[in-house]
Each structure stands twice: as structure tokens, then as C-alpha cells.
């Protein structure tokens, strides 16, 4: 990870711009960053009156750094349509997720098109297609981060939305987000009606090393946030890894009965710094500055 350390949502509530009440309400959910969606969730008929939605509702957004966009396939008269409300909107989100990516020149083309307009989001690649899984470094090198999406990558496929089934395509996000210091965020759970079934993909997907999950029920937030956001502890005890470390010029130390090495302390510089930054943009006055009171398990 080169450069300032950036700030990672750990959970990412998606609202289809169908409603405002429905999009301003989301604002009263725990979640990292809130997205509005234009894409899926919209029905074609609707997207004009889904465009209005969103533009109304960034006006309302309490902090439109942390709202998200999710734009239609680039390419489609959607698309260009989305372009046009994000360049002339007077309050721009600090987000914007891509739909159907095939390459990285797409992400080059949003955001240079974005930037002639003078807005300058983050954008994030939803990884739904078997050729941005192929082509998943390029991509998360030109991209501010990566979200699994299962569903369209598992129809295309062919397959069930299983662990199995979409395990390579995490692997693959999870070595080229580590590579690029780009966010790794995880699809959403569609299975609502099993609580175990979050659970263990949250464990599982933190053992990968991702950083967030997405989810489209504010009922999950509780447990994605309780999980992957950093806590005082864990942060508290990189901190002392780190220093261990250090105190022993670089080499192997002893903390707690544990042996801990370079890259134990490489690990543990990564933990505080990606803490520091999340608490900075997305903590709740938090006033230590070691994060919220969650569980950090990177």
C-alpha cells in the first residue's frame, strides 16, 4: 500500500432509488457508506424518475462524502444518462460503483469522464463478469476498490451462489486488493431468512483478507459492523506487536508467550493504519482514535 492509507467501509447498505423517504431514511442506518442504487434494482421504466430520486436525496444526504452511487452499465443510454445527473448534480457523492466491468479501460473512461466535469469520486468495481475476475489486477489497479457481485457472476456461470462457486473470484479480488492497497468488500447475503448463513461467509471472508461486506437489509448491519470494523482492542495489541519489534531492532521478539517478526509488525502497521483511517472519515466521535468499538480481526 503506497501513499496515505485509505479509508475503507467496512459495510456498504444499498437502497434502490425508488423512493426518497425510502433513500433518507437509509441515512439513520450504522453503515460505512450508503448507496443509492440506479442500476439493478430499478426497473427500466423507472430510471428517469430513480435519477430524480438520487439527485434529490444527495441534496439531503447528511455527509455525501460517504453516499455512494451505483450507475448503470457503461456503454448503455442509462449510463449516460447517470453521467450527466452526477456531472450536474450540486452535490456529488463521494462514491461510485461500476456495473457489468469488463476492463480496466472502463474504469479509466468513468473516471476521466467524471473528472471533466470536475467531480472526482472513488469508484468501486462491482466484480460480476468472468472477464473482470480475469483481468481482476489491472482493474483493481485502476479502481479505489472492489465488491463482489454473485449473482450475475453466478448466472453466468451457471452455478449456485455457494462458497465453492464463488471462492476463485474472491481469492482472485482479495491477492489483487492486497496488491494495489485497494478496498475488498464482499457481495451481499440474499438468503435474509438465515442469519448462519452471514455469519459464516463474514468469518470466511475475513480469513481472505476483505475488508467490508455490502449488504441490502439494514438487519444485517449489526453483525457486519460488530465484525469487521476496527476495535480498541485489536488496535491496541498491533500497536504493541509493532513496537516489539521494533524494540528488538527488526527481529524476532516474544510478546505474550508469542513469537512475533517483521512481518508480524508488517501486518500489525497495516492493521493501525487502515484503523486510523477508518475512524478518521467513518467513526462515530469516537475520541481516541483507535477506531469503534468493534472487532477487528485483519
Not at 464482499?186 to 467490508?212: K, S
Not at 461486506?213 to 448491519?221: C, D, G, I, Q, R
Amino acid at each position: 500500500m503506497t501513499g496515505a492509507t485509505r479509508a475503507i467501509p467496512r459495510s456498504i447498505l444499498y437502497t434502490p432509488a425508488l423512493s426518497l423517504d425510502r433513500v433518507v431514511k437509509a441515512w439513520s442506518y450504522d453503515a460505512d457508506v450508503h448507496l443509492i442504487d440506479l442500476e439493478d434494482a430499478v426497473p427500466p421504466p423507472e430510471k428517469p424518475s430513480a435519477r430524480l430520486v438520487c439527485r434529490a436525496a444527495l441534496e439531503k444526504a447528511p455527509n455525501p462524502a460517504n453516499v455512494a452511487v451505483r450507475v448503470n452499465q457503461l456503454g448503455t443510454i442509462e449510463a449516460a444518462h447517470d453521467l450527466v445527473l452526477l456531472a450536474e448534480s450540486p452535490v456529488r457523492p463521494g462514491f461510485i460503483v461500476m456495473t457489468m466491468v469488463e476492463s480496466s479501460v472502463e474504469v479509466t473512461l468513468m473516471r476521466d469522464t467524471l473528472a471533466s466535469a470536475g467531480a472526482h469520486p472513488e469508484i468501486y468495481v462491482t466484480m460480476e463478469t468472468p472477464a473482470a475476475v480475469v483481468d481482476v489486477d489491472a482493474i483493481a489497479a485502476a479502481a479505489d476498490g472492489l465488491i463482489l457481485g454473485s449473482a450475475d457472476l453466478a448466472a453466468t456461470l451457471g452455478v449456485e451462489i455457494t462458497w465453492a462457486g464463488m471462492l476463485a473470484a474472491r481469492q482472485a479480488m482479495a491477492l489483487a486488493c492486497a496488491r494495489h492497497g485497494a478496498a475488498c468488500v464482499d457481495t451481499a447475503n440474499y438468503r435474509l431468512a438465515e442469519p448462519g448463513v452471514l455469519a459464516e461467509e463474514i468469518d470466511r471472508i475475513r480469513e481472505l483478507g476483505f475488508h467490508g461486506k455490502a449488504t441490502v437489509h439494514p438487519s444485517e448491519l449489526d453483525a457486519i459492523n460488530q465484525a469487521l470494523r476496527p476495535d480498541q482492542d485489536g488496535l491496541r495489541l498491533a500497536r504493541r506487536v509493532a513496537e516489539a519489534v521494533l524494540a528488538a531492532n527488526g527481529g524476532i521478539a516474544v510478546l505474550d508467550g508469542n513469537m512475533v517478526g517483521p512481518p508480524f509488525a508488517r501486518m500489525a502497521r497495516a492493521t493501525v493504519a487502515l484503523g486510523d483511517a477508518w475512524a478518521e472519515r467513518f467513526g462515530r466521535g469516537d475520541s481516541n482514535g483507535e477506531g469503534a468499538t468493534h472487532h477487528d480481526r485483519h
